[in-house]
């Protein structure tokens, strides 16, 4: 079973078992993650479900594809290298994934 390990930026970590096929985002609002504000609902619009993914964790994922990219261009505040949108990230049978939701989205 997929697994997501959510840090907030204060440091509480929330382990959370997701379903193979669901987003990242779709695993922390089922779960009442804070944080994962997802106004958009996954729709790739407004950037509300950003994460910063673990550096050792960003080969799981598949790139980043022009929108996300632009997304998080123009709307992240915060954004890193190893920012991605919660949204794009699909979980798969085996993944074990850490993120941090950055501190402007408390």
């Known amino acids: ?6 840090t907030d930026a204060e440091g509480v970590v929330r382990d959370i078992e997701g379903n ?11 779960n009442g993650v804070p944080g994962i504000v997802a106004e958009c609902g996954g729709s790739l619009s407004c950037a509300t479900c950003h994460v910063f993914v673990r550096d050792d964790c960003l080969d799981q994922l598949p790139e980043m594809e022009e929108m996300e990219d632009e997304m998080l261009y123009g709307t992240a ?7 991605r949108l919660s949204c794009q990230l699909r979980l798969a049978e085996d993944t074990e994934l850490f993120v941090t939701t950055p ?4």
Do not use: L
């Open 103 to 106: 501190e402007t989205q408390v």
């Open 77 to 83: 505040v915060d954004r890193e290298d190893n920012s």
């Open 1 to 6: 079973m997929p697994t997501v390990h959510f």
């Open 20 to 30: 193979a096929g669901d987003s990242v985002m779709e695993t922390a609002v089922r």
